[in-house]
C-alpha cells in the first residue's frame, strides 16, 4: 500500500502526477478539487519555496558581512586607537579613561612553585633482578624538571631507609641489579627549580 511522502520534492512530484490524471481522466465522478484549483496551491506552495530559499541565501550573506564588519570594527579600534593611545599616552589612565579603556596590567612575575605529587606509581615488567616503574603527572604544582625514584626494603620485619635508586626525565624508570627475594617498596618524588614535591605512593614488588 502506498504512503504520502514526506519530502517536498516527492510531495511536489506527487501533486503533479494527480493533476496531470485529472486532466487527462476528466471523467473522475465531483472531485473535490479541480486540477486547476490544485495547481493553484501547487504554485502557490513552490513560489514560497523560492522565496523562502532566496531569503535563507539572504541571510547568510547578511551574516557574513556584518561578521566581516566586525572584525574590521574590532581590528580598526586596537589598531588605530586602543594600541596607538596605550603607547602615546604611556600609562596615563585618566587619558585613557576618556576613550573608555584603561592601561594594561602589570606583568605579575611568576613565583616558581614546588612541583605537584606524582600518582599512580606501579611496578611493570619484573624480572630477575630488575623492573620497570611508571607513574602519572601530578595534577597540580609547576611542572617536573626530572623525577628520582627510591627503594627500601623489609628485611626481618624491619624497613631499611630510602636510599635513591636512578632518576628519569619521564614518567617511566627501568632498574636492574635490584635485591632478590625481599620486599621492596618504590616511591617517585618529582624535582624542579623550587625543590621536590611530597613522594607518591608506594608500589611492592618482590623479584
Known amino acids: 500500500m502506498a504512503t504520502f511522502p514526506v519530502r517536498e520534492a516527492d510531495i511536489m512530484a506527487l501533486a503533479q502526477s494527480i493533476i496531470a490524471g485529472m486532466t487527462e481522466n476528466p471523467d473522475y465522478p465531483s472531485p473535490p478539487l479541480s486540477p486547476t ?3 493553484a496551491r501547487l504554485d502557490a506552495f513552490s513560489g514560497s519555496s523560492d522565496a523562502q530559499a532566496s531569503a535563507q541565501s539572504a541571510a547568510q550573506q547578511a551574516t557574513e558581512t556584518k561578521r566581516t564588519d566586525l572584525e574590521e570594527l574590532i581590528a580598526g579600534m586596537k589598531a588605530a586607537m586602543l594600541h596607538y593611545a596605550e603607547d ?3 600609562g596615563n589612565d585618566a587619558k585613557l579613561a576618556a576613550l573608555g579603556w584603561s592601561g594594561r596590567a602589570p606583568r605579575t612575575p611568576h613565583v616558581p612553585q614546588l612541583p605537584g605529587q606524582p600518582r599512580n606509581v606501579r611496578a611493570q615488567q619484573q624480572g630477575e633482578g630488575s623492573m620497570t616503574l611508571a ?11 626530572c623525577y628520582k625514584a627510591e627503594r627500601r626494603s623489609l628485611n626481618n620485619g624491619v624497613w631499611s631507609a630510602w636510599q635513591i635508586v636512578g632518576t ?8 636492574s641489579g635490584q635485591p632478590r627475594g625481599n620486599t621492596l617498596e618504590y616511591r617517585i618524588i618529582a624535582i624542579n627549580n623550587a625543590g621536590e614535591s611530597l613522594p607518591s605512593n608506594t608500589a611492592t614488588a618482590v623479584l
Open 37 to 39: 484549483e490544485l495547481r
Open 168 to 175: 628519569a626525565v619521564s614518567t617511566s624508570i627501568a632498574l
Open 135 to 145: 607513574w602519572d603527572e601530578a595534577e597540580n604544582g609547576d611542572a617536573a624538571a
Open 88 to 90: 602615546a599616552v604611556r
